[in-house]
């Protein structure tokens, strides 16, 4: 049995990660920090398919909020095979805008929270000498996007992260990739109006705006796969080649 936690589960991405991992069969402990509603449905979705997911709520921009989803987990089912840093936020202002304010808010909640995740779980990990983590980065920390510096500035330090840690981690058997998705329909862009969306969709060569279940079938690949490490992988339909 094989025991995961999924940060920022509730909806979009996280939420399709989580459905696929719970159909997997692995035990999944859902995140949530204000989506308790959504949290709720979708455990009582998947109770009616005779799977059972907990949800636990967490800020996981607190090293000690992340402390208690973690022992939660820990005290429950004895192990942590596979962390899925997904919560984040985003911003979308000129660079000029940007107040010292919102570049800590960034930081706290793209940053810092796979920092705290990843250092409370792998003291677990490396007693197993086996685990998996993937961050949720974004296409934007591999190119940069206007208007998103700090939303970008934050996705390039979890992909840098990503490497140093793998690099790291690597003889203890412990593998760690950041997934970047590129244009994905979920709640953070909202913003766009249905031009904007139809000129990015012309910009990109599928012709299309990805789905969260593309990102989980990425997710999905990485964990069963045992010999990749270290990777920035990017579904994104082409939009960067």
């Excluded at 094989?2 to 459905?19: D, L, Q």
């Excluded at 429950?76 to 936020?89: P, R």
């Excluded at 570049?103 to 990843?118: C, D, G, I, L, R």
């Excluded at 990990?125 to 939303?151: D, P």
Aim: aromatic share 6%; with cysteine; net charge negative.
């Amino acid at each position: 049995m094989k025991v995961a936690i999924v940060t920022g589960a509730a909806k979009g991405i996280g939420r399709a990660i989580t459905i696929m991992l719970a159909k997997k069969g692995i035990k999944v402990v859902a995140n949530y920090k204000n989506s308790q509603k959504q949290a709720v449905e979708l455990q009582e979705q998947l109770k009616k398919d005779g799977i059972d997911i907990d949800i636990f709520k967490a800020d996981v921009s607190h090293r000690e909020e992340v402390k208690k989803l973690i022992e939660y987990t820990i005290k429950k089912y004895n192990k942590i095979d596979i962390v899925i840093n997904n919560a984040g936020i985003s911003q979308y202002q000129l660079f000029t805008e940007i107040t010292d304010e919102d570049w800590e808010k960034m930081m706290a909640n793209n940053v810092n929270s796979v920092f705290y995740m990843s250092q409370e779980t792998v003291k677990y990990m490396l007693q197993e000498h086996q685990g998996c983590i993937i961050n949720i980065s974004s296409i934007w920390g591999i190119t940069g996007g206007s208007c998103e510096v700090a939303y970008s500035a934050a996705k390039s330090a979890i992909d840098g992260m990503t490497k140093a840690l793998a690099k790291e981690l690597g003889p203890s058997g412990i593998r760690v990739n950041s997934v970047a998705p590129g244009m994905i329909m979920t709640d953070m862009n909202q913003g766009f109006s249905k031009e904007e969306l139809e000129e990015i969709k012309n910009n990109i060569p599928l012709e299309k705006i990805g789905r969260p279940e593309d990102v989980a079938k990425c997710i999905e690949w990485l964990i069963e796969d045992e010999y990749t490490t270290g990777q920035i992988i990017s579904p994104n339909g082409g939009w960067v080649i």
